[in-house]
């Protein structure tokens, strides 16, 4: 089944030097816009006040929260699965595909979890935490990442499942330590 969807979705890269280019923002710099929208929402935040909304230091608290969960994934999370699961990457393991996102010799050629995955679905799942609706867009943004990166030919498909059913707990787990923000005053 992963190989069947590997191929699917590895199908859609090749079809144009536009459409890679698009796959290959979304796959390797979305990250940034992702991480830039996060410092915008807790300095600048979007919605007026109202008693529904977040106070400054709700936006601080989804921030840290958010901060601590993708940083704890990605750096300590994923290193220990790395002792025990070892996987190379699709385009090391199969022949004919389209790798759209090169690599540097130096870098950890095993494949899962996602190491975007696993950050981006933590950070997703405690923005969640704090605003649905911008937990929603993090989500989106981790998903559509995700997809770029098995179209791109980096992952197979279960290690963005794996990542992101992994980062998910993991920003499920951080946020039941912080406590939940204070509201704005309505005065």
Known sequence: MDLTLFWYF????????????????????????????????????????????????????????????????????????????????????????????????????QSFPSGHAIFFFALATAVYRYDKRWGCIFFAGALLMGAARIIGGVHWPSDILGGALIGMLIGWLMIQFIPPFPRASSS
């Open 10 to 109: 590895n199908g859609w890269a090749g079809h144009g030097a536009l459409w890679d280019s698009v796959i290959v923002f979304i796959a390797s710099d979305l990250q940034y816009v992702l991480g830039a929208l996060l410092v915008v929402l807790v300095f600048w935040p979007i919605r007026p006040a109202s008693p529904k909304t977040m106070s400054r230091g709700g936006h601080i608290r989804m921030f840290g929260a958010a901060f601590a969960a993708a940083i704890f994934a990605r750096l300590v999370v994923k290193p220990l699965i790395l002792l025990f699961v070892h996987r190379a990457r699709p385009f090391i393991t199969l022949d004919g595909v389209r790798n759209l996102i090169g690599t540097d010799p130096g870098e950890n050629l």
